[in-house]
């Protein structure tokens, strides 16, 4: 390797490691108020697609490993609209609410019509998502899908899941049609699907060291005052009958999965910009204490992934030894992608904050897993044998804290070598 390879290797392993984060702010969630749902973001890649660097010269594409999040879905449970319509309501019998109170109801009672009987259920949104995403993945990559292609499609046991791998094959098969793809929603597979420690479990219940942090962080960002006073006319009935904090996070969780359902109504304009800010920091920082690199964690969480890496690992290499064209989907939940995507040192996924009001300048997640978020690995091979791999989640290129000369791709030995020793690595290191 000469004296310019030399640098050109030292200065990629430096950027993996300084890359610029773009800090979420307030004029980012005025610009776009979809943002401030976090994991309620509706997947934002588009038809379009994103940028594709080309392979070195002799290199062609022959394998894609591949980890989703299920699609857009409605709220995880019935309760959720219909416990705040029925409050709204009562409160609309004893004539306590105000004009804009009154529309919330009417807008609320619409949007129920929709979302009854669909509570965690995928959207229809939620399948043209993964059609789409698949869509672009054979079109990139279309030596990666022959009509001898060894596919593989697997998902969690939850049906939002399996619906979600249907439809991304379903998405192949239409560029493809002879693609034959075995799909598997079993307890088989769930050990590295959605994989929690014991001792994560123990970590993140309620009562363990996540509570009250995050409980107190939640009361700290919640000013639901305006809120109620916009809503309701009558003060008296407000103390009688009305949690201001639940009815304000209440109305950011209808609010922020409005992008998801096929219903046109919106309520943007019931909360301000800054209070979906200040409830989405909130809510960032509650999923990565209990799903990511906290400090107070010591890397505990990021164990749960590491079954998932493994299975990666495998089954990279046995596509590889077989010299067959192929892809490995497995789709599941954000609370598995999450922690994978930070065990591997994605760029951007990896923070360790203390301070939950820090957080948000160097941790979103809506820029990891937004519904239908997803990580790929693009494996490509020349005439000798060599193969390199890229990383891309969400479609977007990205770095590992891996040595390269030729960035975006990397050396696959070098990858696999780098994820067997975080593999055998003790994260978590229990209290003598």
Same mark, same amino acid.
């Given at each position: 390797?000469?004296? $310019?390879?030399?640098?050109?290797?030292?200065?990629?392993?430096?950027?993996?490691?300084?890359?610029?984060?773009?800090?979420?702010?307030?004029?980012?969630?005025?610009?776009?108020?979809?943002?401030?749902?976090?994991i309620?973001?509706a997947?934002?890649v588009?038809?379009?697609?994103?940028?594709?660097t080309?392979?070195?010269?002799?290199?062609?594409?022959?394998?894609?490993?591949?980890?989703?999040?299920?699609?857009?879905?409605?709220?995880?449970?019935?309760?959720? $609209?219909?416990?705040? %319509?029925?409050?709204?309501?009562?409160?609309?019998?004893?004539?306590?609410?105000t004009?804009?109170?009154?529309?919330?109801?009417?807008?609320l009672?619409s949007? =129920?019509?929709e979302?009854?009987?669909?509570?965690?259920?995928? @959207?229809?949104?939620?399948?043209?998502?993964?059609?789409?995403?698949?869509?672009?993945?054979?079109?990139?990559?279309? /030596?990666?899908?022959?009509?001898?292609?060894?596919?593989?499609?697997?998902?969690?046991?939850?049906?939002r899941?399996?619906?979600?791998?249907?439809?991304?094959?379903?998405?192949l098969?239409?560029?493809?049609?002879?693609?034959?793809?075995?799909?598997?929603?079993?307890?088989?597979?769930? $050990?590295?699907?959605?994989?929690?420690?014991?001792?994560?479990?123990?970590?993140?219940?309620?009562?363990?060291?996540?509570?009250?942090? /995050?409980?107190?962080?939640?009361?700290?960002?919640?000013?639901?005052?305006?809120?109620?006073?916009?809503?309701?006319?009558?003060?008296?009935?407000?103390?009688?009958?009305?949690?201001?904090?639940?009815?304000?996070?209440?109305?950011? =969780?209808?609010?922020?999965?409005?992008?998801?359902?096929?219903?046109?109504?919106?309520?943007y304009?019931?909360?301000?910009?800054e209070?979906?800010?200040?409830l =989405?920091?909130s809510?960032n920082?509650?999923?990565?204490?209990?799903?990511?690199?906290?400090?107070?964690?010591?890397?505990?969480?990021?164990d749960?992934?590491?079954p998932? %890496?493994?299975?990666?690992?495998?089954?990279?290499?046995?596509?590889?030894?077989?010299g067959?064209?192929?892809?490995?989907? +497995?789709?599941g939940?954000?609370?598995?992608?999450?922690?994978?995507?930070?065990?591997m040192?994605?760029?951007?996924?990896?923070?360790?904050?203390a301070?939950?009001?820090?957080?948000?300048?160097?941790?979103?997640?809506?820029?990891?897993?937004?519904?239908?978020?997803? %990580?790929?690995?693009?494996?490509?091979?020349?005439?000798?044998?060599?193969?390199?791999?890229?990383?891309?989640?969400?479609e977007?290129?990205?770095?590992?804290?891996?040595? @390269?000369?030729?960035?975006?791709?990397y +050396?696959?030995?070098?990858?696999?070598?780098?994820? +067997?020793k975080?593999?055998?690595?003790?994260?978590?290191?229990?209290?003598e």
């Amino acid at each position: 390797m000469n004296h $310019y390879r030399i640098l050109s290797c030292v200065i990629s392993l430096i950027a993996s490691f300084t890359a610029v984060y773009a800090q979420t702010s307030l004029e980012e969630i005025k610009a776009t108020p979809a943002k401030a749902g976090g994991i309620y973001y509706a997947y934002p890649v588009g038809d379009e697609g994103r940028q594709v660097t080309s392979a070195p010269d002799g290199y062609e594409p022959f394998y894609i490993s591949h980890y989703g999040r299920h699609g857009s879905r409605y709220l995880i449970g019935d309760r959720d $609209y219909s416990r705040l %319509l029925d409050l709204l309501k009562d409160a609309r019998k004893a004539g306590a609410l105000t004009p804009l109170g009154l529309s919330l109801t009417e807008r609320l009672d619409s949007v =129920w019509q929709e979302a009854e009987g669909r509570g965690g259920e995928l @959207t229809p949104l939620g399948h043209r998502q993964h059609r789409g995403i698949a869509r672009r993945m054979i079109t990139n990559y279309p /030596t990666v899908f022959p009509d001898t292609a060894n596919v593989f499609a697997r998902s969690t046991v939850v049906m939002r899941c399996a619906h979600s791998m249907n439809s991304f094959c379903e998405g192949l098969k239409e560029v493809n049609p002879a693609l034959e793809i075995p799909r598997e929603s079993s307890q088989r597979h769930m $050990y590295y699907l959605n994989y929690h420690t014991p001792q994560a479990n123990h970590f993140t219940r309620h009562g363990g060291p996540t509570t009250e942090p /995050t409980r107190k962080f939640e009361r700290s960002m919640t000013s639901p005052d305006r809120l109620v006073s916009s809503i309701f006319s009558d003060p008296e009935y407000v103390y009688g009958n009305v949690d201001p904090h639940d009815f304000m996070w209440s109305v950011y =969780w209808v609010t922020v999965d409005m992008q998801n359902m096929e219903s046109p109504v919106r309520f943007y304009d019931i909360l301000t910009a800054e209070e979906m800010f200040d409830l =989405w920091q909130s809510f960032n920082y509650r999923f990565y204490a209990t799903n990511c690199n906290p400090p107070m964690a010591n890397g505990m969480l990021l164990d749960c992934a590491k079954p998932l %890496l493994n299975n990666i690992l495998e089954c990279a290499d046995k596509a590889i030894d077989s010299g067959r064209a192929g892809a490995d989907l +497995r789709f599941g939940h954000d609370g598995n992608l999450i922690p994978l995507v930070a065990l591997m040192e994605i760029e951007g996924c990896n923070a360790s904050v203390a301070d939950a009001a820090e957080l948000y300048k160097s941790y979103a997640d809506f820029k990891i897993s937004p519904m239908g978020g997803n %990580l790929q690995m693009v494996f490509f091979r020349n005439p000798s044998g060599d193969v390199i791999v890229k990383f891309m989640l969400n479609e977007e290129e990205k770095s590992i804290p891996v040595a @390269t000369d030729i960035a975006p791709f990397y +050396r696959w030995s070098d990858v696999k070598d780098y994820y +067997r020793k975080v593999i055998e690595r003790e994260n978590y290191m229990p209290a003598e």
